[in-house]
């Protein structure tokens, strides 16, 4: 089993800018593919960025792209989420996942999941 706690959401203005953070327990944290979703009101859990094992490769939706920074840091047990220009419609709250093997957009194939943090974007 893995564990995933996030933390850095909250409220920011428009344009403002936030770090999320997953810290991991439970399994080698090395071993697993992160990534981040989010889910706003009445929509479906949607893909936001996801870094492989060692960090080398990351995928972004195209919504973010440009915006966000997903990293990780390997001796920490922490995948972070860096998000700057922010909208309104980046409201949602903000899932950390992890899976060994999956990077993708499908929501069903990430085997672990954090319990979630608010992020809200004021116009």
């Known amino acids: 089993q893995v564990q995933l706690v996030e933390s850095g959401g909250g409220l920011v203005q428009f344009g403002g800018s936030l770090r999320l953070s997953c810290a991991a327990s439970?399994?080698?944290?090395?071993?697993?593919?992160m990534g981040w979703f989010r889910q706003a009101p009445g929509k479906e859990r949607e893909f936001v960025a996801s870094?492989?094992?060692?960090?080398?490769?990351?995928y972004y939706a195209d919504s973010v792209k440009g915006r966000f920074t997903i990293s990780r840091d390997n001796a920490k047990n922490t995948v972070y989420l860096q998000m700057n220009s922010l909208k309104p419609e980046d409201t949602a709250v903000y899932y950390c996942?992890?899976?060994?093997?999956?990077?993708?957009?499908?929501?069903?194939?990430?085997?672990?999941w954090g319990q979630g943090t608010q992020v809200t974007v004021s116009s």
């Open positions: 870094i492989s094992w060692a960090g080398g490769r990351t």
């Open positions: 996942a992890a899976d060994q093997g999956y990077s993708g957009t499908a929501v069903g194939r990430w085997d672990y």
């Open positions: 439970g399994r080698t944290f090395s071993n697993y593919v």
